[in-house]
Protein backbone atom coordinates (compact mmCIF):
# COMPACT_ATOMS: atom_id res chain seq x y z
CA UNK A 1 0.00 0.00 0.00
CA UNK A 2 1.45 3.13 -0.94
CA UNK A 3 -0.80 5.10 0.98
CA UNK A 4 -4.00 7.12 1.34
CA UNK A 5 -5.46 9.52 -1.14
CA UNK A 6 -6.98 12.15 0.27
CA UNK A 7 -9.90 14.92 -1.19
CA UNK A 8 -7.33 17.10 -1.84
CA UNK A 9 -5.01 14.56 -4.47
CA UNK A 10 -8.88 13.52 -6.67
CA UNK A 11 -9.07 17.78 -6.47
CA UNK A 12 -5.80 17.97 -8.01
CA UNK A 13 -6.15 15.34 -10.05
CA UNK A 14 -9.67 16.37 -11.47
CA UNK A 15 -8.19 19.37 -11.92
CA UNK A 16 -5.15 18.36 -14.12
CA UNK A 17 -7.65 16.36 -16.19
CA UNK A 18 -9.94 18.78 -16.79
CA UNK A 19 -8.10 21.78 -17.25
CA UNK A 20 -10.01 23.15 -14.61
CA UNK A 21 -9.06 26.00 -11.31
CA UNK A 22 -8.21 23.51 -8.50
CA UNK A 23 -11.10 25.52 -6.41
CA UNK A 24 -13.36 24.54 -9.52
CA UNK A 25 -12.42 21.15 -9.03
CA UNK A 26 -12.92 20.99 -5.49
CA UNK A 27 -16.51 21.93 -5.33
CA UNK A 28 -17.25 19.95 -7.88
CA UNK A 29 -15.54 17.13 -6.36
CA UNK A 30 -17.52 18.12 -3.00
CA UNK A 31 -20.58 18.31 -4.95
CA UNK A 32 -20.40 14.95 -6.62
CA UNK A 33 -20.88 12.87 -3.08
CA UNK A 34 -23.26 15.19 -1.91
CA UNK A 35 -25.28 14.70 -4.68
CA UNK A 36 -24.74 10.61 -3.82
CA UNK A 37 -25.03 10.77 -0.64
CA UNK A 38 -28.44 13.22 -0.76
CA UNK A 39 -30.10 11.32 -3.69
CA UNK A 40 -29.36 7.96 -1.84
CA UNK A 41 -31.70 8.62 0.59
CA UNK A 42 -34.75 8.98 -2.06
CA UNK A 43 -33.31 7.09 -5.48
CA UNK A 44 -32.23 4.20 -2.84
CA UNK A 45 -29.64 3.35 -6.09
CA UNK A 46 -27.28 5.50 -7.95
CA UNK A 47 -24.97 4.44 -10.80
CA UNK A 48 -21.96 6.21 -12.08
CA UNK A 49 -20.59 5.21 -15.00
CA UNK A 50 -17.36 3.55 -14.88
CA UNK A 51 -17.47 3.52 -11.39
CA UNK A 52 -20.17 1.74 -10.16
CA UNK A 53 -23.31 1.18 -8.32
CA UNK A 54 -24.37 2.66 -5.04
CA UNK A 55 -27.22 1.25 -3.43
CA UNK A 56 -29.23 1.57 -0.06
CA UNK A 57 -30.35 -1.71 1.17
CA UNK A 58 -32.60 -2.16 3.51
CA UNK A 59 -32.01 -4.49 6.53
CA UNK A 60 -35.26 -5.68 8.44
CA UNK A 61 -35.11 -6.24 12.45
CA UNK A 62 -33.87 -9.31 14.03
CA UNK A 63 -33.38 -11.46 16.83
CA UNK A 64 -30.17 -11.90 17.98
CA UNK A 65 -29.02 -14.04 21.37
CA UNK A 66 -26.17 -13.34 22.85
CA UNK A 67 -23.92 -15.92 22.64
CA UNK A 68 -21.93 -15.51 26.25
CA UNK A 69 -24.68 -14.60 28.44
CA UNK A 70 -27.86 -15.68 26.11
CA UNK A 71 -29.56 -12.83 26.41
CA UNK A 72 -32.05 -12.20 23.66
CA UNK A 73 -31.74 -8.58 21.80
CA UNK A 74 -33.54 -7.18 19.28
CA UNK A 75 -31.42 -5.62 16.48
CA UNK A 76 -32.95 -2.57 14.97
CA UNK A 77 -33.82 -2.76 11.08
CA UNK A 78 -30.93 0.02 9.22
CA UNK A 79 -30.24 1.34 5.84
CA UNK A 80 -26.50 0.22 4.58
CA UNK A 81 -24.48 1.52 1.44
CA UNK A 82 -23.67 -1.37 -0.56
CA UNK A 83 -21.54 -0.29 -3.74
CA UNK A 84 -20.75 -2.36 -6.75
CA UNK A 85 -17.89 -1.67 -8.76
CA UNK A 86 -18.74 -1.23 -12.54
CA UNK A 87 -17.24 -4.05 -14.79
CA UNK A 88 -14.81 -1.66 -16.59
CA UNK A 89 -13.53 -0.60 -12.79
CA UNK A 90 -13.58 -4.33 -11.49
CA UNK A 91 -11.43 -5.45 -15.43
CA UNK A 92 -8.65 -2.39 -14.87
CA UNK A 93 -8.09 -2.96 -10.23
CA UNK A 94 -8.30 -6.79 -11.32
CA UNK A 95 -5.50 -6.28 -14.34
CA UNK A 96 -2.80 -7.68 -12.59
CA UNK A 97 -4.49 -11.08 -12.20
CA UNK A 98 -6.29 -10.57 -15.39
CA UNK A 99 -4.69 -13.70 -16.49
CA UNK A 100 -6.36 -16.24 -14.22
CA UNK A 101 -9.21 -18.01 -14.80
CA UNK A 102 -11.44 -20.38 -12.68
CA UNK A 103 -9.92 -24.21 -12.83
CA UNK A 104 -12.14 -27.31 -12.79
CA UNK A 105 -10.68 -29.57 -10.58
CA UNK A 106 -10.97 -33.08 -10.75
CA UNK A 107 -9.98 -33.52 -6.96
CA UNK A 108 -9.22 -37.54 -7.56
CA UNK A 109 -7.23 -38.11 -10.67
CA UNK A 110 -5.62 -34.57 -9.81
CA UNK A 111 -4.54 -35.86 -6.31
CA UNK A 112 -3.32 -39.67 -7.66
CA UNK A 113 -1.62 -37.79 -10.42
CA UNK A 114 0.67 -36.00 -7.90
CA UNK A 115 0.49 -38.78 -5.54
CA UNK A 116 2.16 -41.09 -8.46
CA UNK A 117 4.58 -38.47 -9.56
CA UNK A 118 5.72 -37.80 -5.59
CA UNK A 119 6.17 -41.48 -5.72
CA UNK A 120 8.22 -42.17 -9.15
CA UNK A 121 10.19 -39.45 -7.96
CA UNK A 122 11.18 -41.06 -4.52
CA UNK A 123 11.34 -44.53 -6.28
CA UNK A 124 13.71 -42.95 -8.89
CA UNK A 125 16.01 -41.12 -5.88
CA UNK A 126 15.00 -43.37 -3.06
CA UNK A 127 18.01 -42.75 -0.55
CA UNK A 128 17.99 -39.18 -2.17
CA UNK A 129 15.53 -37.54 0.08
CA UNK A 130 16.27 -34.24 -0.30
CA UNK A 131 16.42 -33.89 -4.21
CA UNK A 132 12.89 -36.09 -3.82
CA UNK A 133 11.54 -33.48 -1.66
CA UNK A 134 12.77 -30.67 -3.60
CA UNK A 135 11.02 -32.37 -6.64
CA UNK A 136 8.13 -32.37 -4.18
CA UNK A 137 8.08 -28.64 -3.19
CA UNK A 138 8.03 -27.37 -6.46
CA UNK A 139 4.77 -27.10 -7.28
CA UNK A 140 4.70 -25.61 -3.55
CA UNK A 141 6.80 -23.05 -5.07
CA UNK A 142 5.34 -22.41 -8.19
CA UNK A 143 2.05 -21.47 -6.82
CA UNK A 144 3.82 -19.29 -4.25
CA UNK A 145 5.29 -17.79 -7.05
CA UNK A 146 2.26 -16.51 -8.36
CA UNK A 147 0.35 -15.70 -5.32
CA UNK A 148 -1.47 -19.03 -5.40
CA UNK A 149 -1.48 -20.41 -1.99
CA UNK A 150 -4.21 -22.56 -1.91
CA UNK A 151 -5.22 -23.95 1.52
CA UNK A 152 -6.05 -27.70 0.27
CA UNK A 153 -2.75 -27.75 -1.79
CA UNK A 154 -0.81 -26.78 1.22
CA UNK A 155 -2.16 -29.17 3.54
CA UNK A 156 -1.72 -31.77 0.57
CA UNK A 157 1.47 -31.47 0.05
CA UNK A 158 3.46 -32.25 3.57
CA UNK A 159 1.12 -35.14 3.63
CA UNK A 160 2.55 -36.59 0.82
CA UNK A 161 6.06 -35.74 1.79
CA UNK A 162 5.91 -37.53 4.92
CA UNK A 163 3.82 -40.32 2.67
CA UNK A 164 6.93 -40.46 0.92
CA UNK A 165 9.54 -40.75 3.57
CA UNK A 166 7.21 -43.73 5.13
CA UNK A 167 7.42 -45.36 2.03
CA UNK A 168 11.06 -45.15 1.69
CA UNK A 169 11.14 -46.57 5.47
CA UNK A 170 8.71 -49.14 4.61
CA UNK A 171 11.13 -50.46 1.82
CA UNK A 172 14.41 -50.27 3.76
CA UNK A 173 12.45 -51.91 6.30
CA UNK A 174 11.38 -54.88 3.87
CA UNK A 175 14.66 -55.51 2.97
CA UNK A 176 15.96 -55.93 6.29
CA UNK A 177 13.01 -58.54 7.15
CA UNK A 178 14.25 -60.55 4.11
CA UNK A 179 17.71 -59.80 5.02
CA UNK A 180 16.66 -61.62 8.92
CA UNK A 181 14.55 -64.02 7.20
CA UNK A 182 17.15 -65.45 5.33
CA UNK A 183 19.48 -65.71 8.56
CA UNK A 184 16.52 -66.92 10.68
CA UNK A 185 16.37 -70.07 8.23
CA UNK A 186 19.81 -71.04 8.15
CA UNK A 187 19.80 -70.94 11.81
CA UNK A 188 16.88 -73.20 11.52
CA UNK A 189 18.08 -75.75 8.90
CA UNK A 190 21.48 -75.81 11.33
CA UNK A 191 19.19 -76.31 13.90
CA UNK A 192 17.75 -79.39 12.28
CA UNK A 193 21.00 -80.51 11.01
CA UNK A 194 23.05 -80.86 14.44
CA UNK A 195 20.00 -83.03 15.49
CA UNK A 196 21.65 -85.48 13.11
CA UNK A 197 25.06 -86.89 12.75
CA UNK A 198 28.20 -84.98 11.74
CA UNK A 199 28.32 -86.26 8.64
CA UNK A 200 25.57 -83.46 7.84
CA UNK A 201 28.05 -81.01 9.45
CA UNK A 202 29.98 -80.21 6.19
CA UNK A 203 26.94 -78.83 4.57
CA UNK A 204 26.54 -76.89 7.24
CA UNK A 205 29.56 -75.01 6.43
CA UNK A 206 29.32 -74.67 3.34
CA UNK A 207 25.88 -73.15 3.66
CA UNK A 208 27.22 -70.50 6.45
CA UNK A 209 29.46 -69.38 3.59
CA UNK A 210 27.18 -68.80 0.75
CA UNK A 211 24.54 -67.27 3.41
CA UNK A 212 28.08 -64.27 4.21
CA UNK A 213 28.65 -64.33 0.27
CA UNK A 214 24.67 -63.66 0.13
CA UNK A 215 24.51 -60.99 2.91
CA UNK A 216 27.69 -59.18 1.24
CA UNK A 217 25.92 -59.12 -2.21
CA UNK A 218 22.75 -57.61 -0.13
CA UNK A 219 24.90 -55.15 1.64
CA UNK A 220 26.55 -54.07 -1.42
CA UNK A 221 22.80 -53.45 -3.12
CA UNK A 222 21.92 -50.06 -1.58
CA UNK A 223 25.55 -48.59 -2.52
CA UNK A 224 25.21 -49.59 -5.83
CA UNK A 225 21.46 -47.82 -5.65
CA UNK A 226 23.10 -44.61 -4.50
CA UNK A 227 24.96 -44.75 -7.98
CA UNK A 228 22.13 -44.80 -9.50
CA UNK A 229 21.45 -44.73 -13.43
CA UNK A 230 24.80 -46.36 -14.55
CA UNK A 231 24.67 -49.29 -12.24
CA UNK A 232 21.20 -49.80 -13.02
CA UNK A 233 21.01 -53.47 -15.01
CA UNK A 234 24.21 -55.00 -13.11
CA UNK A 235 22.28 -54.06 -9.77
CA UNK A 236 18.94 -55.38 -11.20
CA UNK A 237 20.42 -58.90 -12.41
CA UNK A 238 22.69 -58.87 -8.47
CA UNK A 239 19.19 -58.61 -7.13
CA UNK A 240 17.42 -61.29 -9.53
CA UNK A 241 20.50 -63.48 -8.99
CA UNK A 242 19.82 -63.06 -5.15
CA UNK A 243 16.22 -64.12 -5.28
CA UNK A 244 16.97 -67.05 -7.05
CA UNK A 245 19.26 -68.32 -4.27
CA UNK A 246 16.99 -67.27 -2.01
CA UNK A 247 14.01 -69.57 -3.92
CA UNK A 248 17.03 -72.51 -4.41
CA UNK A 249 17.79 -72.26 -0.17
CA UNK A 250 14.15 -72.32 0.21
CA UNK A 251 13.03 -75.55 -1.89
CA UNK A 252 16.06 -77.61 -0.30
CA UNK A 253 14.94 -76.59 2.91
CA UNK A 254 11.32 -77.73 2.37
CA UNK A 255 13.19 -80.88 0.86
CA UNK A 256 15.10 -81.35 3.96
CA UNK A 257 12.27 -81.00 6.14
CA UNK A 258 10.66 -83.39 4.59
CA UNK A 259 13.32 -86.13 4.56
CA UNK A 260 14.45 -85.71 7.92
CA UNK A 261 11.53 -87.51 8.83
CA UNK A 262 12.15 -90.57 6.71
CA UNK A 263 15.12 -92.24 7.74
CA UNK A 264 19.04 -92.36 7.90
CA UNK A 265 19.36 -93.58 4.89
CA UNK A 266 17.80 -90.81 3.26
CA UNK A 267 19.62 -88.11 5.10
CA UNK A 268 23.00 -89.07 4.06
CA UNK A 269 21.74 -89.27 0.71
CA UNK A 270 19.91 -85.93 1.02
CA UNK A 271 23.65 -84.66 2.22
CA UNK A 272 25.69 -85.47 -0.72
CA UNK A 273 22.98 -84.07 -2.61
CA UNK A 274 22.48 -80.85 -0.82
CA UNK A 275 26.22 -80.83 -1.03
CA UNK A 276 25.95 -80.84 -5.01
CA UNK A 277 23.26 -78.22 -5.06
CA UNK A 278 24.98 -75.89 -2.82
CA UNK A 279 27.89 -75.81 -4.92
CA UNK A 280 25.86 -75.64 -7.81
CA UNK A 281 23.98 -73.09 -6.48
CA UNK A 282 26.21 -70.43 -6.75
CA UNK A 283 27.65 -70.99 -10.70
CA UNK A 284 24.84 -72.33 -12.08
CA UNK A 285 21.04 -72.14 -12.53
CA UNK A 286 19.87 -74.97 -14.09
CA UNK A 287 21.59 -77.98 -11.88
CA UNK A 288 19.88 -77.95 -8.53
CA UNK A 289 16.65 -78.76 -10.34
CA UNK A 290 18.21 -81.39 -12.00
CA UNK A 291 19.75 -82.83 -8.73
CA UNK A 292 16.24 -82.58 -7.57
CA UNK A 293 14.42 -84.66 -10.10
CA UNK A 294 17.13 -87.27 -9.27
CA UNK A 295 16.74 -87.27 -5.83
CA UNK A 296 12.99 -87.42 -6.67
CA UNK A 297 13.26 -90.46 -9.00
CA UNK A 298 15.62 -91.48 -6.10
CA UNK A 299 13.07 -91.65 -3.49
CA UNK A 300 10.72 -93.03 -5.88
CA UNK A 301 12.93 -96.04 -6.56
CA UNK A 302 13.21 -96.49 -2.98
CA UNK A 303 9.53 -96.57 -2.15
CA UNK A 304 9.34 -99.01 -5.29
CA UNK A 305 12.04 -101.49 -3.51
CA UNK A 306 10.70 -101.13 -0.27
CA UNK A 307 7.20 -102.21 -1.47
CA UNK A 308 8.71 -105.12 -3.39
CA UNK A 309 10.68 -106.11 -0.13
CA UNK A 310 7.99 -106.28 1.80
CA UNK A 311 5.31 -107.98 -0.76
CA UNK A 312 8.67 -110.47 -0.75
CA UNK A 313 9.06 -110.97 2.61
CA UNK A 314 4.46 -111.79 2.64
CA UNK A 315 5.10 -114.54 0.05
CA UNK A 316 8.16 -115.51 1.78
CA UNK A 317 6.39 -116.18 4.79
CA UNK A 318 2.59 -117.10 3.33
CA UNK A 319 4.71 -119.73 1.07
CA UNK A 320 7.89 -120.98 3.83
CA UNK A 321 10.22 -120.32 0.84
CA UNK A 322 12.78 -120.26 3.30
CA UNK A 323 11.91 -123.19 5.87
CA UNK A 324 12.96 -126.37 3.51
CA UNK A 325 12.27 -128.76 6.65
CA UNK A 326 8.75 -128.60 6.32
CA UNK A 327 9.33 -129.30 2.41
CA UNK A 328 11.59 -132.58 3.37
CA UNK A 329 9.16 -133.61 5.71
CA UNK A 330 5.98 -133.36 3.66
CA UNK A 331 7.81 -135.30 0.66
CA UNK A 332 9.28 -137.25 3.15
CA UNK A 333 5.81 -138.23 4.34
CA UNK A 334 3.88 -138.63 0.57
CA UNK A 335 6.54 -140.86 -0.58
CA UNK A 336 6.56 -143.23 2.46
CA UNK A 337 2.71 -142.95 2.05
CA UNK A 338 2.92 -144.22 -1.45
CA UNK A 339 5.73 -146.94 -0.20
CA UNK A 340 3.22 -148.36 2.58
CA UNK A 341 -0.02 -148.37 0.10
CA UNK A 342 2.49 -150.23 -2.55
CA UNK A 343 3.46 -152.69 0.13
CA UNK A 344 -0.15 -153.00 1.62
CA UNK A 345 -2.20 -153.52 -2.30
CA UNK A 346 1.15 -156.03 -3.20
CA UNK A 347 0.73 -158.50 0.66
CA UNK A 348 -1.78 -159.42 2.87
CA UNK A 349 0.47 -161.38 4.63
CA UNK A 350 -0.15 -160.65 8.72
CA UNK A 351 3.27 -159.74 10.55
CA UNK A 352 3.40 -159.54 14.21
CA UNK A 353 6.33 -157.72 14.66
CA UNK A 354 5.42 -154.26 13.00
CA UNK A 355 2.82 -154.41 15.63
CA UNK A 356 4.83 -154.56 18.58
CA UNK A 357 6.97 -152.20 17.21
CA UNK A 358 4.41 -149.86 16.00
CA UNK A 359 2.97 -149.73 19.50
CA UNK A 360 5.54 -148.14 21.32
CA UNK A 361 5.65 -144.91 18.51
CA UNK A 362 2.05 -144.06 19.49
CA UNK A 363 3.01 -144.95 23.09
CA UNK A 364 5.45 -142.02 22.87
CA UNK A 365 3.00 -139.93 20.94
CA UNK A 366 0.42 -140.23 23.60
CA UNK A 367 3.01 -139.37 26.06
CA UNK A 368 3.26 -136.13 25.22
CA UNK A 369 0.36 -134.60 23.68
CA UNK A 370 1.43 -131.12 24.16
CA UNK A 371 3.87 -131.36 21.41
CA UNK A 372 1.82 -133.43 19.06
CA UNK A 373 2.68 -131.45 15.96
CA UNK A 374 6.57 -131.78 16.17
CA UNK A 375 6.28 -135.18 18.03
CA UNK A 376 3.79 -136.22 15.08
CA UNK A 377 6.33 -135.56 12.43
CA UNK A 378 8.91 -136.84 14.08
CA UNK A 379 6.60 -140.54 14.71
CA UNK A 380 5.34 -140.42 11.69
CA UNK A 381 9.35 -140.12 9.92
CA UNK A 382 10.42 -142.35 12.15
CA UNK A 383 7.64 -145.14 11.64
CA UNK A 384 7.99 -145.01 7.50
CA UNK A 385 11.86 -145.46 8.32
CA UNK A 386 10.99 -148.56 10.51
CA UNK A 387 8.28 -149.70 8.24
CA UNK A 388 10.64 -149.56 5.68
CA UNK A 389 12.96 -151.52 6.89
CA UNK A 390 10.71 -154.20 8.55
CA UNK A 391 9.43 -154.35 4.64
CA UNK A 392 12.35 -155.35 3.58
CA UNK A 393 12.56 -158.00 6.83
CA UNK A 394 8.95 -158.95 4.85
CA UNK A 395 7.39 -158.28 8.20
CA UNK A 396 5.41 -154.70 7.74
CA UNK A 397 2.55 -156.75 5.56
CA UNK A 398 1.54 -158.28 9.22
CA UNK A 399 1.78 -154.86 10.97
CA UNK A 400 -0.69 -153.67 8.38
CA UNK A 401 -3.51 -156.52 8.74
CA UNK A 402 -2.87 -156.03 12.52
CA UNK A 403 -4.19 -152.46 12.03
CA UNK A 404 -6.54 -153.32 10.23
CA UNK A 405 -8.24 -155.73 12.76
CA UNK A 406 -7.69 -153.05 14.99
CA UNK A 407 -9.30 -150.49 12.76
CA UNK A 408 -12.73 -152.43 13.58
CA UNK A 409 -12.69 -151.94 17.31
CA UNK A 410 -13.31 -148.05 15.85
CA UNK A 411 -16.00 -146.36 14.29
CA UNK A 412 -15.19 -145.60 10.44
CA UNK A 413 -15.86 -143.05 8.01
CA UNK A 414 -17.54 -144.44 4.89
CA UNK A 415 -15.89 -143.80 1.91
CA UNK A 416 -12.61 -142.30 3.54
CA UNK A 417 -9.52 -142.99 2.20
CA UNK A 418 -8.23 -143.67 6.02
CA UNK A 419 -8.68 -146.07 8.38
CA UNK A 420 -9.16 -144.78 12.13
CA UNK A 421 -7.00 -147.40 13.98
CA UNK A 422 -6.55 -145.95 17.40
CA UNK A 423 -6.71 -142.81 19.57
CA UNK A 424 -3.30 -140.71 18.80
CA UNK A 425 -4.47 -137.93 21.55
CA UNK A 426 -6.88 -136.29 23.81
CA UNK A 427 -7.40 -132.97 23.03
CA UNK A 428 -9.27 -130.56 25.25
CA UNK A 429 -11.71 -127.84 23.43
CA UNK A 430 -10.67 -124.48 24.39
CA UNK A 431 -12.80 -121.27 23.75
CA UNK A 432 -11.89 -120.10 20.20
CA UNK A 433 -11.08 -123.56 19.05
CA UNK A 434 -13.20 -125.57 16.46
CA UNK A 435 -13.04 -129.03 14.83
CA UNK A 436 -11.77 -127.98 11.49
CA UNK A 437 -8.97 -125.95 13.07
CA UNK A 438 -7.94 -129.14 15.33
CA UNK A 439 -8.27 -131.36 11.89
CA UNK A 440 -5.89 -128.35 10.16
CA UNK A 441 -3.61 -128.35 12.75
CA UNK A 442 -3.35 -132.04 13.52
CA UNK A 443 -3.43 -133.55 10.03
CA UNK A 444 -2.74 -130.71 7.96
CA UNK A 445 -5.99 -130.48 6.52
CA UNK A 446 -9.68 -129.76 6.93
CA UNK A 447 -11.06 -132.52 5.49
CA UNK A 448 -9.80 -134.86 8.34
CA UNK A 449 -12.47 -133.12 10.35
CA UNK A 450 -15.05 -135.94 9.49
CA UNK A 451 -12.83 -139.04 11.09
CA UNK A 452 -12.31 -136.66 14.27
CA UNK A 453 -16.33 -136.12 14.27
CA UNK A 454 -16.50 -139.94 13.44
CA UNK A 455 -14.31 -141.34 16.31
CA UNK A 456 -15.71 -138.98 19.06
CA UNK A 457 -19.20 -139.53 17.84
CA UNK A 458 -20.14 -136.57 17.30
CA UNK A 459 -23.72 -135.94 16.20
CA UNK A 460 -23.70 -131.70 15.33
CA UNK A 461 -20.47 -130.59 14.51
CA UNK A 462 -21.32 -127.19 14.06
CA UNK A 463 -22.20 -127.12 17.60
CA UNK A 464 -19.38 -128.62 19.81
CA UNK A 465 -19.09 -127.43 23.99
CA UNK A 466 -16.14 -126.01 25.04
CA UNK A 467 -14.03 -128.42 27.75
CA UNK A 468 -14.92 -130.91 25.51
CA UNK A 469 -12.15 -133.86 25.66
CA UNK A 470 -11.66 -134.82 21.74
CA UNK A 471 -9.87 -137.69 21.06
CA UNK A 472 -7.77 -137.67 17.52
CA UNK A 473 -7.70 -140.57 15.39
CA UNK A 474 -4.73 -142.08 14.57
CA UNK A 475 -5.47 -143.06 11.01
CA UNK A 476 -3.90 -145.37 8.39
CA UNK A 477 -4.23 -145.06 4.67
CA UNK A 478 -6.20 -147.79 3.26
CA UNK B 1 -31.20 7.27 -10.76
CA UNK B 2 -28.62 6.06 -13.89
CA UNK B 3 -25.78 7.79 -15.06
CA UNK B 4 -27.44 10.30 -16.61
CA UNK B 5 -30.28 11.32 -13.95
CA UNK B 6 -27.14 11.99 -11.79
CA UNK B 7 -25.39 14.14 -13.74
CA UNK B 8 -28.56 16.21 -14.97
CA UNK B 9 -29.10 16.79 -11.40
CA UNK B 10 -25.16 17.29 -10.68
CA UNK B 11 -25.53 20.06 -13.52
CA UNK B 12 -28.37 21.81 -12.19
CA UNK B 13 -26.98 22.01 -8.42
CA UNK B 14 -23.80 23.21 -9.54
CA UNK B 15 -25.17 25.21 -13.00
CA UNK B 16 -23.03 23.76 -15.45
CA UNK B 17 -23.64 22.69 -18.13
CA UNK B 18 -24.71 18.51 -18.67
CA UNK B 19 -21.50 18.02 -21.16
CA UNK B 20 -19.30 19.67 -18.69
CA UNK B 21 -20.65 17.80 -16.19
CA UNK B 22 -20.61 14.79 -17.75
CA UNK B 23 -16.75 15.24 -18.45
CA UNK B 24 -15.96 16.33 -14.90
CA UNK B 25 -17.50 13.17 -13.49
CA UNK B 26 -15.44 11.20 -16.15
CA UNK B 27 -12.57 12.95 -14.99
CA UNK B 28 -13.61 12.25 -11.12
CA UNK B 29 -13.62 8.61 -11.83
CA UNK B 30 -10.53 8.26 -14.37
CA UNK B 31 -8.62 9.76 -11.41
CA UNK B 32 -10.59 7.54 -8.61
CA UNK B 33 -9.80 4.75 -10.53
CA UNK B 34 -6.23 5.77 -11.12
CA UNK B 35 -5.61 6.35 -7.59
CA UNK B 36 -7.10 2.60 -6.59
CA UNK B 37 -4.83 1.36 -9.44
CA UNK B 38 -2.07 2.22 -7.87
CA UNK B 39 -2.84 0.99 -4.78
CA UNK B 40 -4.23 3.58 -3.07
CA UNK B 41 -7.06 4.05 -0.61
CA UNK B 42 -9.33 6.73 -1.76
CA UNK B 43 -10.49 8.49 1.11
CA UNK B 44 -13.27 10.87 1.10
CA UNK B 45 -14.46 12.70 4.68
CA UNK B 46 -17.76 12.76 5.01
CA UNK B 47 -18.82 10.28 2.49
CA UNK B 48 -16.41 6.75 2.55
CA UNK B 49 -13.36 4.79 1.83
CA UNK B 50 -12.47 3.43 -1.64
CA UNK B 51 -10.50 -0.03 -1.71
CA UNK B 52 -8.53 -2.59 -3.02
CA UNK B 53 -8.61 -5.88 -1.09
CA UNK B 54 -7.23 -8.66 -2.33
CA UNK B 55 -9.27 -11.91 -2.30
CA UNK B 56 -7.54 -15.22 -2.08
CA UNK B 57 -7.68 -17.84 -4.51
CA UNK B 58 -9.80 -21.00 -3.26
CA UNK B 59 -12.06 -23.82 -4.09
CA UNK B 60 -15.70 -23.53 -4.16
CA UNK B 61 -18.23 -26.31 -4.81
CA UNK B 62 -21.11 -26.07 -6.95
CA UNK B 63 -24.08 -27.18 -4.98
CA UNK B 64 -25.51 -28.32 -7.53
CA UNK B 65 -23.07 -30.31 -9.44
CA UNK B 66 -20.61 -30.98 -6.42
CA UNK B 67 -18.10 -29.85 -8.75
CA UNK B 68 -15.13 -28.39 -7.67
CA UNK B 69 -13.50 -24.93 -8.89
CA UNK B 70 -10.53 -22.89 -8.02
CA UNK B 71 -11.06 -19.69 -8.18
CA UNK B 72 -8.32 -17.79 -8.61
CA UNK B 73 -7.33 -14.57 -6.74
CA UNK B 74 -9.08 -11.12 -7.49
CA UNK B 75 -8.44 -7.89 -6.59
CA UNK B 76 -11.91 -6.09 -6.02
CA UNK B 77 -13.19 -2.42 -5.31
CA UNK B 78 -14.20 -2.28 -1.72
CA UNK B 79 -16.64 0.44 -0.69
CA UNK B 80 -16.46 1.37 3.52
CA UNK B 81 -18.69 4.02 4.01
CA UNK B 82 -18.00 6.34 6.44
CA UNK B 83 -20.25 6.55 9.73
CA UNK B 84 -21.19 9.93 8.85
CA UNK B 85 -23.06 8.44 5.79
CA UNK B 86 -24.41 5.57 7.60
CA UNK B 87 -25.89 7.86 10.22
CA UNK B 88 -27.37 10.22 7.64
CA UNK B 89 -29.65 7.52 6.86
CA UNK B 90 -30.68 6.06 9.55
CA UNK B 91 -31.14 8.96 10.97
CA UNK B 92 -33.77 9.36 8.70
CA UNK B 93 -35.49 6.01 8.93
Redo the contacts between chains.
Keep these: ???????Q??IV??AK??N?SEQE?E???R???T???D???D?K????????T?K?VEIDERESVDPNTGVLTRVK?????V?T?DNA??D??????AQ????????NTDLAEMERGAESSSLIDEEDDDVALDIEENPEELLEDN??????MSEEIPEEASDVTLSDKNEETVLKETVQDDSMKLEEKTDTEKVEEGIIEEPVGDDMSVAHVLSDEEKIQPDSDMDMGQTNPEVDSVSSSIEYQHADYQKIQEQKVEELNVTTQTVEHQTIEHQSIVHQGREESGRPNRSMRISLGGMIALFVFILVLMTGSYLVGYYRLLCPCVFLTKEENYSEMQVLSDKTDSRSAVCPVPKAKQHPATDTIGKTPENQATKQIAAQTSKPVQTVKQSEAKSKEDSLAQLRKKATQYPQVKNGAYLIVGVKSVHTLKSGESLLRLAQKNYGSRDFVQYIVELNQIKNPDLVQIGKEIKLPELIKK | MNNKDFVSELSRRLGYSQKDSSALLGALVAEISAQLEEDRIVSLPEFGNFEVRKKLERVVINPATQQRMLVPPRLVVAFKPSAQLKDKFNEEA
Excluded: C, H, Q, W
Design positions: MSGRALLDLGVRAIATFVMVFVISSLAEIIKIRNLGFLGYRKIFPLKLINKPFFETVILNDGLADEA
